[in-house]
């Protein structure tokens, strides 16, 4: 069992930046990879960005390459999602998620992932 709880979303101007946490708790944080996913009003959950076990491997959506950062503190049990550059297109609900069937793995595929956050709120303004 794991507990996921995401933080620092909000309401942004485009071009801005925010970085949302994801607080782990339960099962040894170091021992599961995580991604985030976003999900727009009427749309489906997408991909963003995901990265293993020990932070050795990254991947990203390509409309988020080069503007959004991924990373994790296995000390604090956190993992982050520095987003800069942010444009209107990516006001969603925005949830992490443990994968620990695959740790090593970048797994871009929600089914691969057994427990989710609640989610958090980001609103891009133009």
């Known amino acids: 069992q794991v507990q996921l709880v995401e933080s620092g979303g909000g309401l942004v101007q485009a071009g801005g930046s925010l970085r949302l946490s994801c607080a782990a708790s339960?099962?040894?944080?170091?021992?599961?990879?995580v991604g985030w996913f976003r999900q727009a009003p009427g749309k489906e959950r997408e991909f963003v960005a995901t990265i293993t076990y020990n932070g050795g491997s990254t991947d990203y959506a390509d409309s988020v390459k080069g503007r959004f950062t991924i990373s994790r503190d296995n000390a604090k049990n956190t993992v982050y999602l520095q987003m800069n550059s942010l444009k209107p297109e990516d006001t969603a609900v925005y949830s992490c998620?443990?994968?620990?069937?695959?740790?090593?793995?970048?797994?871009?595929?929600?089914?691969?992932?057994?427990?989710w956050g609640q989610g958090t709120q980001v609103t891009v303004s133009s």
């Open positions: 998620a443990a994968n620990f069937q695959f740790p090593a793995v970048v797994a871009t595929i929600p089914r691969m992932y057994g427990y």
């Open positions: 339960g099962r040894t944080f170091s021992t599961y990879a």
